[in-house]
């Protein structure tokens, strides 16, 4: 390939290698530890999710994050907002909870996914912690969707990157939580976001920040995942992705149509590579079909090179002066349990009282859809190691 070009080939060769490409991502998935459809998935638009994917008709992009996975009815936000990043992008902010709770948790969710990948967290934690029930409410939750993704704007292609996601985190912080503690939740891509402003300002850990869960995620070596395929698979995958990478980013209206045509193979992958139960629920699958669709191929391919050159290990320091929560299924096949397993043994958390290592049985990349229980179950219990930090002295300014 050319430095900055296309791969020089005769245009009908280009064409036929490009389909491949896009359709071995359908076989190979992607190094960026979400299911392969976030890669070549069709394009759901609202109009299309009618009864056969047993969500309400006529179902808007915006109303997706009030509906759960299953079709009940999500909490409705108690306020929403719009945060202008230091690039004067604007991203969707929502809330539950009263401002002047005693603790602020805020969930970033991971690549191609949007708020919405939170549903049954935001119900289950919104009746926990957020409502009045006759006392004060334990904590305020907050929710955005990253740069790209769901309802916030785009941002310059070289922006695509984990220290501005980081800094996008900062800008949220500022803007709905200038004061008071606040707990970070991140779901792979925003476990990494979590994991960069660490590395950008790591004085607010322990001071500002007082815990943090990594789910599903990973500090480095992404480009090295298998998936779990073949040996044969992976060469193909390492193979096709430049060409497939590079047609995102240069020609996404072929590679969106390119992606429609193999709509119910990536299909069958999501389901595949993002769940590790055969018998999990097929609305599960449709939701996630419908959540990631709307994020366009050239903002897939614009933060591929941040996700597969990602080495993080170095900001986990800071996570060592507040309650950490490191939670992976067993069955993960985007991001293995490795992963997770190394990030505990370098936190050097693990057993301590103030902090989790919790490993999912049968779970895959999208547990807190899969085993929503078990992880809404870990992040409130990390929340009263972190109630319990400030009650015995560790407040944060």
Not at 138 to 152: I, M, T
Not at 212 to 224: E, I, P, R, Y
Not at 243 to 267: G, I, N, Q, Y
Not at 313 to 322: F, N, Y
């Amino acid at each position: 390939m050319a430095r900055g070009g296309a791969p020089h080939k005769h245009p009908k060769a280009r064409k036929a290698g490009v389909v491949g490409a896009l359709l071995g991502l359908a076989a190979a998935g992607t190094a960026t530890g979400v299911a392969v459809s976030k890669i070549a998935a069709r394009r759901v638009r609202a109009a299309e999710l009618g009864p056969a994917a047993e969500l309400p008709e006529n179902l808007t992009e915006a109303q997706l994050r009030e509906v759960d996975p299953l079709g009940l009815e999500a909490r409705p936000a108690d306020r929403t907002a719009l945060v202008q990043t230091d690039d004067r992008v604007l991203l969707a902010v929502e809330e539950i909870g009263p401002r002047d709770a005693p603790l602020t948790v805020v969930f970033v969710h991971g690549y191609t996914l949007s708020m919405a990948s939170w549903a049954f967290q935001r119900r289950t934690l919104a009746a926990e912690l957020a409502t009045e029930n006759g006392h004060r409410p334990d904590a305020r939750l907050v929710f955005y969707d990253q740069r790209g993704h769901g309802a916030s704007g785009r941002g310059r292609p070289e922006n695509s990157t984990i220290e501005q996601l980081a800094r996008d985190l900062l800008a949220v912080l500022d803007a709905r939580v200038p004061r008071g503690p606040v707990v970070l939740v991140g779901h792979s891509m925003g476990g990494m976001t979590v994991m960069g402003l660490a590395a950008l300002r790591p004085e607010l850990f322990g001071s500002r920040v007082v815990g943090a869960a990594l789910v599903s995620t990973s500090s480095g070596n992404l480009a090295d995942l298998n998936f779990g395929l073949p040996e044969m698979l992976t060469r193909v995958r390492a193979a096709v992705l430049p060409v497939a990478a590079w047609t995102m980013r240069h020609r996404p209206a072929f590679a969106e149509r390119t992606r429609r045509v193999a709509a119910e193979l990536v299909s069958v992958a999501t389901r595949s590579l993002s769940f590790g139960s055969s018998d999990v629920d097929p609305a599960l699958g449709r939701y996630v079909d419908a959540m990631i669709a709307g994020t366009p191929v050239d903002v897939i391919a614009e933060f591929y090179p941040a996700l597969a050159g990602l080495d993080e290990t170095g900001s986990l320091e800071p996570l060592r002066a507040v309650p950490t929560l490191v939670l992976t299924g067993d069955r993960d096949k985007m991001i293995p349990k490795e992963h997770s397993d190394l990030i505990a043994e370098r936190l050097g958390r693990a057993g301590e009282a103030s902090s989790e290592y919790v490993v999912v049985p049968g779970a895959g990349h999208m547990v807190q859809l899969e085993r929503p229980d078990e992880v809404s179950a870990a992040i409130t219990a990390l929340l009263r190691r972190a109630g319990a930090g400030q009650r015995s002295g560790r407040a944060p300014r």
